[in-house]
Structures are given as C-alpha cells and as structure tokens.
C-alpha cells in the first residue's frame, strides 16, 4: 500500500453523479458522525460529511476550533477531525476544502456542526472504499468504514447519453 495525501482541493463544477448517500459512521452520546453522500466525476470522488458535537463534546469542538490569536498562549490548541481513505492501493490522510462549520446554542446547550468535504482525486478500480475518521481531543476515537461502490455507476462509457 502507498501513502498518499489527498490534498484540500475542490471537485469539477459539472459532472458529479450520487454513488452513495447518507451512512451513520459512529453514533456516540454527544457525538455524531455522518456521511452525507458520495459524488463521482470522471477524474475523482467528492465525500461530504458531517459531524454533530453537543454538550461537552460541543463545548470542546468549539474551543478546539477556536481562532488562536496568542501566539504566547501555550495552552492554546487546535485540532478538528482527522480523515484517512483508502482507495485501491492508496492510503492517506485526506484534507477539507470549505468546512462548513455552525456554532449553535448556549451555555450547556451548545452545539457544534461542522460538514467538511474531501476530494479523492481516483475512482476505486475495486469499488471499494475505506474511510477512517475521528477526533480523539472532542471524545470521537478512530472508526474506519468499508463501502462498497458500484464501479459501473461511475464508469464514463455509462455515464455517456447517446
């Protein structure tokens, strides 16, 4: 297996087709996980996810995310969730683009949201796809998922009108 890192780029702006949609990837008590769909275009994969933090874990979200404006202040972190995917023979960390994130509520009620989105840039040859999220310092440990593909959803030959 190769190590690759999927950069922080966007997909195409035309050519998209669904080949997967909403999965519960970890469901925790103040944590949830979801991917929200899969998007194929010829040159690559966009996945869409979507993370929902209450109470505590809200509140850590939150001030994980935090602006770091003290550069003096060595209490002072950041992290957010962690992406690995694996693809055919790929396997690596991938970056978002464009992490929506929302910050709802107060005091105990506190609720973070964030929908960040990766671009693979391969189509699994095998249909298979591996996605290992988490974020350790807001209470997600890793959870790895294997989805299976329809290579054939995707393949540009039926993608094809004519």
């Not at 979507?50 to 995310?65: F, K, M, P, S, V």
């Not at 209490?75 to 960390?93: C, F, K, P």
């Not at 298979?128 to 807001?138: D, E, N, V, Y």
């Amino acid at each position: 297996m190769r190590r690759h890192q999927w950069p922080a780029q966007p997909p195409p702006t035309t050519g998209g087709v669904r080949v997967h949609g909403e999965r519960t990837l970890a469901a925790l008590h103040c944590v949830r996980l979801q991917l929200s769909e899969i998007l194929a275009y010829p040159t690559g994969m966009q996945l869409r996810l979507a993370l929902t933090a209450t109470e505590i874990c809200g509140d850590i979200a939150r001030h994980e995310t935090r602006a770091l404006t003290d550069r003096e202040d060595f209490s002072a972190h950041w992290s957010y969730l962690t992406v690995h995917i694996r693809v055919d023979d790929l396997y690596g960390e991938a970056d978002p683009y464009d992490p929506l994130t929302t910050n709802t509520g107060v005091g105990r009620a506190m609720e973070y949201r964030t929908v960040p989105r990766y671009w693979i840039g391969v189509l699994p040859a095998s249909g298979a796809l591996t996605i290992t999220a988490g974020w350790p310092r807001m209470g997600l440990e890793p959870v790895t998922t294997t989805l299976e593909l329809d290579p054939h959803r995707y393949q540009p030959s039926n993608n094809r009108k004519g």
